[in-house]
């Protein structure tokens, strides 16, 4: 989920919220669970500290679709792993539509280059750390609420723990930066944005999942040449995946999820639709 700071409130969070996600291991020596392959990187608003394995890929689709504010946004992530297996590479191509630019319809919002280093454990460990850092491009019509208009950065502290082996807990820390964002009238300013994450996963089996994610973001939308105003948004997101595993190792994850919104978002919700296809590439060596 990305802090791009459109004007629109309910858009802007959810992509803060819509970045790329991944999921829980469940400690070491569960034998059991790692013989199922478990669903390991496939959160939907919360993202988890696991790096992809040595030698797959992960493609990501995320639809959102809210009632009130009317705001859409499809995202489509694919992560890579590097050489080693402790740095990642991905980006996230997003479309959307802002409801309060009647008219305008969906189109391309702007895209994010990702780049995240596995600082301790992976998915087997019991906690785990993987700070990310993301540049902003502009590729979105800022005039219709699609993007910032200007390029910028981002950048999240994502920890796992694993409180038991059918409860895993993911946090997040983030920030946004765009130096010369737009508004629709093309007045520019720097803008910056902020977002906590915190998520609960209970394993009722290794290939199905029921989650609650929890998000709040700040951030400023331009609002005159070299002025902001800052705005808040909350959501608490409850919803499920499964997963199916092929046996040419291909896993297929699905979930639907709710999100509504609390505190500044009162009256808000929506629906949030997931697929994630994850395979080798390659042949996995020992790392």
């Known amino acids: 989920m990305i802090a791009r700071v459109p004007p629109s409130l309910v858009m802007s969070s959810l992509l803060w919220m819509l970045l790329h996600s991944s999921t829980p291991a469940f400690g070491q020596g569960q034998s059991t669970i ?14 988890e500290a696991y790096n992809q394995e040595r030698g797959v890929v992960q493609h990501i689709s995320t639809f959102s679709r809210m ?62 750390f993987a700070p990310r850092l993301s540049l902003i491009v502009p590729t979105g ?10 390029t910028g950065v981002q950048t999240n502290l994502p920890l796992s723990f694993v409180l038991h082996p059918r409860i895993v807990t993911h946090w997040n820390v983030g920030g946004t930066f765009v130096p010369h964002a737009q508004n629709a009238d093309h007045f520019r300013a720097s803008s910056s944005g902020y977002g906590f994450g915190q998520s609960v996963i209970f394993v009722l089996h290794p290939r199905m999942n029921l989650m609650l994610e929890t998000c ?6 331009v609002v005159r ?9 909350e959501y608490t997101s409850p919803g499920v995946r499964w997963a199916f595993n092929l046996m040419n190792g291909l896993q297929i994850v699905q979930g639907v999820a709710m999100p509504i919104g609390i505190g500044p978002s009162s009256g808000e919700h929506g629906v949030l639709v997931y697929l994630s296809l994850e395979h080798p590439f390659s042949r996995i060596g020992d790392r």
């Open 216 to 221: 709040a973001n700040g951030f400023q939308s």
């Open 67 to 128: 009632w009130n504010s009317k705001d859409w946004s499809y995202s489509f992530t694919q992560e890579w792993p590097g050489r080693n297996w402790r740095h990642q590479f991905s980006y996230t191509l997003l479309s959307m539509h802002a409801g309060g630019y009647s008219g305008t319809g969906g189109g391309v919002g702007d895209t994010v280059l990702n780049y995240r280093y596995q600082v301790i454990g992976d998915g087997d460990s019991r906690v785990a």
């Open 225 to 233: 040449s070299g002025e902001t105003k800052w705005s808040r948004s």
């Open 141 to 150: 019509d800022v005039a219709k609420g699609r993007g910032q208009g200007a």
């Open 34 to 47: 790692k013989e199922e392959h478990p669903i390991q990187d496939n959160s939907f608003l919360v993202e």
